[in-house]
């Protein structure tokens, strides 16, 4: 009967070998790889639809007729950029939760789905929310009033219509109302050189580490030995 000790040695894993991550940890076979980040895309999409659905940590309000939706900026610039443009890129920087933007050429339940997809789906939303803009834009053309938005008046800062810059790829920093503070400058802002080691499990995940890593909407400073974490509640 073998005892503890014999037999030699536990075998050795050498780091960069094949089947070895850059943490010495052992590689996951590509069908467990695919059914992890599977599992994990799926469950992002249904901690995000809790925050839709409870409204936990909300920042704006839109309204369709009589119905109000709240959501979070944050989401909507990291998912579907150019309906932030056209919607709250447009308002006051000082426009509050309890101030409702109301909505045209959507129905109720339409937008209901719309931000149901917004926050759950794990594709690259870009083809859907252009397919979205351009059909509102093609079919309607309602006049503004003070915080509505219609996608027949949305343009961009030089006049252009918006299928126009819709085809334009903008920067994600091109919709904030402040300057998007560099990463590798100052000692209070601190971003581990871990997270680009990290591989989203689906497109999902990838626009919500983009909030993180290029401090896009950050709501909530958190200090650890002196670093500064901006991040979202």
């Known amino acids: ?3 503890c000790g014999e037999g030699g040695a536990a075998p050795i894993v050498q780091l960069g070998s094949p089947g ?38 909300t ?9 109000l939706f709240k959501a979070h900026r944050a989401i909507l610039l990291a998912r579907v950029p150019d309906f932030y443009f056209c919607s709250i890129g447009q308002t006051s920087n000082d426009l509050t939760n309890h101030e409702p933007i109301a909505v045209e050429n959507f ?10 997809i917004v926050y759950s789906s794990n ?6 929310e252009k397919e979205i803009l351009r059909k ?28 126009e810059f819709l085809d334009k790829k903008s920067p994600d ?10 990463m590798n400058d100052g000692e209070d802002n601190f971003v581990s050189s871990d997270i680009y080691d ?28 002196g670093k500064s974490f901006k991040t979202h509640r």
């Open 20 to 57: 070895v991550c850059s943490k010495g940890l052992p590689r996951k076979g590509p069908c467990e790889r695919r059914r992890l980040k599977a599992l994990v895309s799926e469950q992002l999409g249904q901690d995000l639809l809790r925050l839709l659905r409870e409204e936990i940590h």
């Open 107 to 116: 129905e109720a339940s339409e937008f209901k789905t719309f931000l149901q």
């Open 198 to 225: 990290l591989e989203p499990a689906s497109e999902l995940g990838e626009d919500i580490l983009k909030l993180y890593v290029k401090q896009l909407c950050p709501d909530i400073d958190i200090y650890v030995d």
């Open 173 to 182: 920093c091109s919709l904030l109302k402040h300057e998007i503070p560099d």
């Open 123 to 128: 594709r690259n939303l870009k083809n859907y």
């Open 136 to 163: 509102k834009i093609v079919e309607h053309g309602v006049p503004q009033t003070q915080h509505d938005f219609s996608f027949g008046k949305c343009t961009d800062n030089d006049g252009r219509p918006p299928t």
């Open 1 to 3: 009967m073998a005892r």
């Open 59 to 67: 920042d704006v309000t839109f309204s369709i007729g009589c119905t």
